[in-house]
T-cell receptor, first 115, second 110 residues
Framework: DAGVTQSPTHLIKTRGQQVTLRCSPK?????VSWYQQALGQGPQFIFQ???????QRGNFPDRFSGHQFPNYSSELNVNALLLGDSALYLC??????????????FGPGTRLTVL | GQQLNQSPQSMFIQEGEDVSMNCTSS?????WLWYKQDPGEGPVLLIA?????ELTSNGRLTAQFGITRKDSFLNISASIPSDVGIYFC??????????FGKGTRLSVIA
């Protein structure tokens, strides 16, 4: 039973560039949530996708956007990268949207460095 | 917005000792969760709490939902080297997204 997978593992970009991160949820899960974890901080909720729609959004600018595909996998896109976007980006999957995040499973994350 | 204060920020303990950490919120939560994160991994859920006053155990771990609904506590008994990691509390109210604390980094000295 495959767990949550994320790609790439590491990524280096320069300011102003755009980046796309990918997530495949755990088998049987239909909900994907994205989190940003800055160094020394806890994860911060970006948004949640369920039934191919953004259902909830945290306090992030619209430079952060996402997509969920029919197979439940998801992408996180960040435009016009800033130095402060450097962080570990975590994807978590669960079943049933909404408060199903209580039983979500996290992937290992993508480490993004913006130079 | 909601903020979680987690303490201590870090702790160094001897193997076999008991550990206590806590988390306080500026507002009332109706769900408290405790996670552990190992290096290079995402957080893993340890314990979920849904009722004020609730006390729940998972092996050597015990967590409590504070009666004020603004705090939660995690205890680890008889620590072992594999307990090393960062422990996060997280909470929410209603269907709002989870809010995480900044974590407690635990180091165990053999």
């Amino acid at each position: 039973d495959a767990g949550v997978t994320q790609s790439p593992t590491h990524l280096i970009k320069t300011r102003g560039q755009q980046v796309t991160l990918r997530c495949s949820p755990k088998s049987g899960h239909d909900t994907v949530s994205w989190y940003q974890q800055a160094l020394g901080q806890g994860p911060q909720f970006i948004f949640q996708y369920y039934e191919e729609e953004e259902r909830q959004r945290g306090n992030f600018p619209d430079r952060f956007s996402g997509h969920q595909f029919p197979n439940y996998s998801s992408e996180l896109n960040v435009n016009a990268l800033l130095l402060g976007d450097s962080a570990l980006y975590l994807c978590a999957s669960s079943l049933g949207g909404g408060a199903s995040t209580d039983t979500q499973y996290f992937g290992p994350g993508t480490r993004l460095t913006v130079l | 917005g909601q903020q979680l204060n987690q303490s201590p920020q870090s702790m160094f303990i001897q193997e076999g000792e008991d550990v206590s950490m806590n988390c306080t919120s500026s507002s009332i939560f109706n769900t408290w969760l405790w996670y552990k994160q190992d290096p290079g991994e995402g957080p893993v859920l340890l314990i979920a709490l849904y009722k004020a006053g609730e006390l729940t155990s998972n092996g050597r771990l015990t967590a409590q939902f504070g009666i004020t609904r603004k705090d939660s506590f995690l205890n680890i008994s008889a620590s072992i080297p594999s307990d090393v990691g960062i422990y996060f509390c997280a909470g929410r109210t209603g269907n709002t997204p989870l809010v995480f604390g900044k974590g407690t980094r635990l180091s165990v000295i053999a």
